[in-house]
T-cell receptor, first 113, second 113 residues
Framework: GDSVTQMEGPVTLSEEAFLTINCTYT??????LFWYVQYPGEGLQLLLK?????DKGSNKGFEATYRKETTSFHLEKGSVQVSDSAVYFC????????????FGKGTKLSVKP | DGGITQSPKYLFRKEGQNVTLSCEQN?????MYWYRQDPGQGLRLIYY???????QKGDIAEGYSVSREKKESFPLTVTSAQKNPTAFYLC????????????FGPGTRLTVL
């Protein structure tokens, strides 16, 4: 079945460092891809999305490009802040999942001042 | 302000007792969802409902029950048949034709003693 694999955390960075969180997926069709963020003690928020190959989603300085050839959707940010400390979830949605989201296990990011 | 509310934020119950978690939304969304989150496991879908008076099992429905009598409300009951109920429970909603654009509530942390 469809699945999402994320790099294991935790990831610890210093403020202003470059961030990459890897995400790859397995799907039979052409899924839409998402990154959600969960701040401590809260629910999830949609961070960005891409619905077709080569689309780039971006929001709050974060970016991810839908790479069909490598089945990847890696999350990047050029300069992280302490306020970016959270758990990041990669997810996909397609017809096989009836439009429902399939989540990766999440990657915890800690940014130190 | 539109949004999703879950109550209470923390809930404690004795083993063998049923407990009901509340989820209310005023976003006028047709679809609602319940997820369970465990450390290192990501989110797993328990039940979802695309319309009032109808709901479907997700990946881990055993030991749980739901009802959808009103569009705004989707309560989840954790029954005594659930073998390991201690977890963080997240409710979400979406427009029916955009199931992947889900808005999440703040979650309820259930601890069974």
């Amino acid at each position: 079945g469809d699945s999402v694999t994320q790099m294991e955390g935790p990831v610890t960075l210093s403020e202003e460092a470059f961030l990459t969180i890897n995400c790859t997926y397995t799907a039979t069709g052409y899924p839409s891809l998402f990154w959600y963020v969960q701040y401590p003690g809260e629910g999830l928020q949609l961070l960005l999305k891409a619905t077709k190959a080569d689309d780039k989603g971006s929001n709050k300085g974060f970016e991810a490009t839908y790479r069909k050839e490598t089945t990847s959707f890696h999350l990047e940010k050029g300069s992280v802040q302490v306020s970016d400390s959270a758990v990041y979830f990669c997810a996909l949605s397609d017809q096989r999942s009836q439009g429902n989201l399939i989540f990766g296990k999440g990657t915890k990011l800690s940014v130190k001042p | 302000d539109g949004g999703i509310t879950q109550s209470p934020k923390y809930l404690f119950r004795k083993e063998g007792q049923n407990v009901t978690l509340s989820c209310e939304q005023n976003l006028n969304h047709d679809a609602m969802y319940w997820y369970r989150q465990d450390p290192g496991q990501g989110l797993r879908l328990i039940y979802y409902s695309q319309i009032v008076n109808d709901f479907q099992k997700g990946d881990i429905a055993e030991g749980y029950s739901v009802s959808r009598e009103k569009k705004e409300s989707f309560p989840l009951t954790v029954t005594s048949a659930q073998k390991n109920p201690t977890a963080f429970y997240l409710c979400a909603s979406s427009p029916r034709d955009r199931a992947n654009e889900q808005f999440f509530g703040p979650g309820t942390r259930l601890t069974v003693l």
